[in-house]
């Protein structure tokens, strides 16, 4: 049987995040059919309950959680900042190679790779790569892989903007992360992309590297939306992360505003918040935010809920909250951006602008069949792309 060691830039249960749960899902099926290790930088600072990881990957023969040594920026006093900001500099490297470059994990993550005898090697980021010397691995003739969730460089470009000195230093750190994007892309044996877009993006411009676009490997999980008179939409996702935020802002004020003038229906948020953000909100009219919910509580809103709308303009890559939403059978309206990476089909309902989402959305709020019926088609494309024995094979090949 072969050996898999995964590097996985964090700790991915709980499964917080549609990255998280990417990588999560997975590295479940994945260590069913081979002997499967798996290393996390928890990049994080949480604490981390190993008995309860291992009862999570129940296959897994050993995992690793590695304590995360370059500082936390956010939060830290201004000198603390500058210090960083500095070494950064200097570094020659972009910020989140800084993170997982650093000899103590090489070392330990070298041992493991040797005395294990490992076949394959993961990565499941480029930023990872910079954990180990991966010239001297490649002519040891261990195979290296690593998963592309995202453009790196375009997300980061899309999510940190600024004028002046701030502007400079995030064009700096951009082209840091393309150099590396090119460098990665150029030394592995394979290259897995989970979007479509971005492989084919890459294609384009990295015509001598080994790429390939998987879709992600997902489980199939029970169907849980019904057909209700609730009184909500809903949007799942946490208010902390920016695209997030600026989506649903857009989504209040072009699309929800119009339509609370003529339905008594709810917006329900759910997922992490500032005080600040709370404040906004609740300046809202017919807007409610849970707050972060367990699966259960998820899956309850789920089932009971009208629909979902997914108003994302930016960054990159598959947007794993919308396959998420999808795996339960929930109707969604989402946005253009909101669909790039996903597998193309004709029945999800995909608004180019605010006065198309209003039409989707009086549509869904008065046809209840037109709900029921976009919840069988996106269910069994979900089973059929993301969670079937198909696309195992195809991570299984790109494995091997």
């Not at 969730?149 to 064009?171: A, Q």
């Amino acid at each position: 049987m072969k050996k898999i060691l995964f590097i996985v830039p964090q700790v991915v249960y709980p499964a917080t995040d549609g990255g998280k749960q990417a990588i999560y899902q997975r590295l479940q099926r994945i260590s069913e059919i081979y002997e499967t290790y798996i290393v996390m930088v928890n990049v994080e600072n949480k604490k981390v309950d190993l008995d309860l990881m291992r009862k999570k990957f129940p296959h897994a023969k050993k995992i690793y959680v590695l304590k995360r040594l370059v500082r936390v920026v956010n939060g830290s006093s201004l000198l603390g900042k500058i210090s960083e900001g500095i070494k950064w500099l200097i570094s020659g490297k972009d910020s989140g190679s800084r993170i997982y470059c650093q000899m103590d994990y090489s070392s330990k993550v070298d041992e493991l790779i040797y005395n294990e005898k490992i076949d394959t090697i993961c990565y499941d980021s480029p930023y990872t790569v910079s954990m180990l010397d991966y010239k001297k691995l490649k002519t040891d003739g261990i195979r290296q892989v690593c998963v592309f969730h995202n453009v790196e460089h375009k997300f980061f470009r899309d999510t940190h903007k600024g004028n002046g000195i701030t502007k400079l230093v995030w064009n700096l750190e951009t082209n840091r992360i393309k150099l590396l994007e090119h460098t990665i892309l150029n030394a592995m044996d394979s290259n897995v992309f989970i979007a479509l877009s971005d492989y084919l993006y890459f294609k384009k411009i990295e015509a001598d590297a080994s790429l390939e676009y998987i879709p992600p490997l997902m489980k199939q999980k029970k169907r849980v939306w019904e057909l209700t008179d609730s009184n909500y939409i809903l949007f799942p996702g946490s208010l902390l992360f920016g695209p997030n935020m600026s989506g649903i802002k857009w989504f209040y004020n072009n699309v929800f505003k119009e339509i609370i003038k003529e339905h008594n229906i709810k917006l329900y948020i759910t997922g992490k918040y500032s005080s600040v953000i709370k404040k906004e909100i609740d300046s809202w009219n017919n807007v409610r935010l849970t707050g972060f919910v367990s699966d259960e509580e998820m899956a309850k809103l789920y089932q009971e809920c009208l629909f979902t709308v997914s108003p994302i303009f930016d960054g990159s890559g598959i947007k794993m909250k919308l396959l998420d939403i999808m795996s339960y059978g929930v109707p969604v309206i989402a946005s253009e951006a909101s669909v790039e990476g996903l597998e193309k089909n004709d029945f999800l309902p995909v608004a180019k602008d605010a006065v198309e989402f209003q039409s989707f959305v009086r549509e869904l709020l008065t046809n209840s069949q037109k709900r029921v019926s976009l919840s069988d088609k996106e269910y069994e494309f979900f089973y059929k792309v993301y969670a079937s024995d198909n696309t195992l094979k195809k991570w299984v090949r790109a494995l091997s």
